[in-house]
């Protein structure tokens, strides 16, 4: 059963720091890219980053040079490392994927979700 559980959310303050942590099941991270969207209250679901083993990376414009997608070598767990966080920042963040191995998923969307986690910055 294909499965995507993220974790890693909470509160920091502006400035600071978090690493959020994306485990799948049911699909290969060799194969598929994942992707990270996020979703602030009254705005439409964005995708920031996504990560493919045969795409490569892509970021949205509002994160570059802040957060890095990254897999764990040889393990079904995709990381979203968010450095100089902003409160414009705030959001729900979701890990997903469309079972293909391209990082338009990002501008596409996806089909399947994990249930999100909560990432609120403020001071």
Do not use: H, I
């Amino acid at each position: 059963q294909l499965q995507l559980v993220e974790s890693g959310g909470g509160l920091v303050q502006p400035g600071g720091s978090l690493r959020l942590s994306c485990v799948v099941s049911g699909f290969s991270l060799d194969y598929y890219a994942v992707g990270w969207f996020r979703q602030a209250p009254g705005q439409e679901r964005e995708g920031v980053a996504c990560f493919s083993s045969k795409d490569g990376t892509y970021y949205a414009d509002s994160v570059k040079g802040r957060f890095t997608v990254s897999r764990e070598p040889y393990r079904n767990t995709v990381y979203l490392q968010m450095n100089s966080l902003k409160p414009e920042d705030t959001a729900v963040y979701y890990c997903a994927t469309d079972l293909e191995p391209w990082v338009r998923l990002c501008r596409r969307g996806a089909n399947y979700w994990g249930q999100g986690t909560q990432v609120t910055v403020s001071s």
